[in-house]
């Protein structure tokens, strides 16, 4: 029985630590940024989408309805859905978000397009596998948000 207890103690600390190095990766990682200037695509897992570089069905989510003339005037709606501003010029916005246990952190990337008359998203986990819908419902609070004058 003791050896059980001790067995499972070392597997939940090989866990946990797997998870804190994980989020440790995250932390030193940075956004890609843009790519002959546009979003960068989604990679093959199911931890992010994209509305520019339209890639495959499963990372595409619609882009949001451009409302303002410059993304400065969207800071404050990214900064109120608990992001941190990296980067932010008249048309790409950089943000990253962090979870609260481990300390993944998310990218979130805006780039304005004012021919279309959209802002292109891209929201993407740094780390894992797959992101469990994280980062379509947090592209989709953001344009609730926005649509709503916030």
């Known amino acids: 029985m003791k050896q059980l207890i001790y067995i499972g ?3 939940v ?4 630590g797997y998870f804190a190095f994980q989020g440790y990766l995250s932390r030193s990682q940075k956004a890609p940024g843009l790519i002959d ?14 509305s520019d570089n339209f890639t495959n069905r499963e990372h595409y989510i619609k882009p949001i309805a451009l ?17 941190k501003i990296i980067t932010v010029d008249q048309d790409y916005l950089a943000a ?12 979130l990337e805006l780039l304005r397009d004012a021919n279309a008359g959209v802002i292109h998203v891209r929201s993407s986990s740094r780390v894992g596998y797959s992101d469990l819908g994280v980062n379509r419902k ?11 004058g916030q």
Request: proline share 5%; hydrophobic share 45%; aromatic share 4%.
């Open 96 to 107: 990253e978000f962090s979870s609260s246990v481990f300390g993944f952190v998310d990218d």
């Open 37 to 50: 200037g546009r979003l960068a695509p989604c990679g093959p897992k199911p931890n992010a989408v994209c």
């Open 13 to 16: 600390l090989v866990v946990t």
């Open 67 to 83: 409302r303002v003339s410059s993304l400065s005037a969207v800071t404050a709606g990214v900064e109120r859905s608990g992001g």
């Open 138 to 148: 947090r592209v989709e609070a953001l344009r609730k948000l926005l649509e709503n």
């Open 9 to 11: 103690v070392a597997l």
